[in-house]
Structure formats: C-alpha cells, structure tokens
C-alpha cells in the first residue's frame, strides 16, 4: 500500500469518526424530547451491544465469558448506563449538543490526570498531547 493511500485511509476515518461520535449527541438532543432519557440510553447500548455481539459471532471472535468477565461487565455496564451516558441523556435535555460533546471529550483528559494524580504514571509528551487534542 503507498503512503498517499496509506493517508487516505487514515483521514477517512477520522471524517468518519468525527462525522459519527459528533453527531451521536445532536441525535441525542432530539430523541430525549421525545424518549424519557434513561429509556434513550438503554435502548442506545442495546442496540451497540447486539451490533457488537452479531460482529463477534460473524468475526469469529466470540469466546465464552469467565464469571469473573460477566461481573466485571455487569458492574462497568451499570456504571456506564448511569453515570456516563445516563447522565449525559438526562442533561441533554437542558444542554445545548455542542456541551455535550465538549464535555464528553473531556475524559481522556480526566483519565490522564487521575492515572497521573492518583497512581504517580506521568504521562509522555505523546500521551499529554493526545490527551488535549
């Protein structure tokens, strides 16, 4: 593969990714005026969940989960529908989109200073940029 197609591929999916996480939260703003929020936030991981679950069968990745995987998923599960995209869905009624998004880029952030806060691991220059950007 050359570099410019190399690039190509690369910048692609990045549009792509901005286009799709970016427009997660306008999407958002409308269905909680219509869909009770927390009722929007489980059908959301529903959907990802099953999505992800029929690439794992196709894909042939799919292993069978260990007890202690079906407790770490149900508890980092209930945090998520919660705490991170609960609350972000019972915001979004009063939050214009644009904070919503803002808001959510923040946790890479907050997860580099709370690794370097909390555990002593400062971060590489890479990791800080990365983090900001």
Not at 62 to 87: A, D, E, H
Not at 92 to 108: E, R, T
Not at 111 to 133: D, Q, R, T, Y
């Amino acid at each position: 593969m050359n570099q410019q197609n190399h690039q190509l591929k690369i910048w692609a999916g990045l549009i792509t990714l901005y286009l799709v996480w970016g427009s997660t939260y306008l999407a958002l703003r409308f269905v909680v005026e219509t869909v009770p929020s927390m009722m929007a936030s489980g059908f959301r991981n529903l959907i990802a969940g099953i999505i992800l679950f029929t690439f794992s069968i196709i894909s042939k990745k799919y292993q069978k989960p260990t007890r202690k995987m079906l407790v770490t998923s149900i508890f980092t599960g209930f945090l998520m529908l919660t705490f991170g995209n609960g609350l972000f869905t019972i915001a979004a009624k009063w939050m214009p989109s644009s904070y919503s998004a803002l808001f959510s880029a923040l946790g890479s952030v907050i997860l580099v200073s709370l690794l370097w806060i909390i555990n002593h691991e400062k971060p590489k220059p890479k990791v800080l940029a990365g983090a900001f950007l």
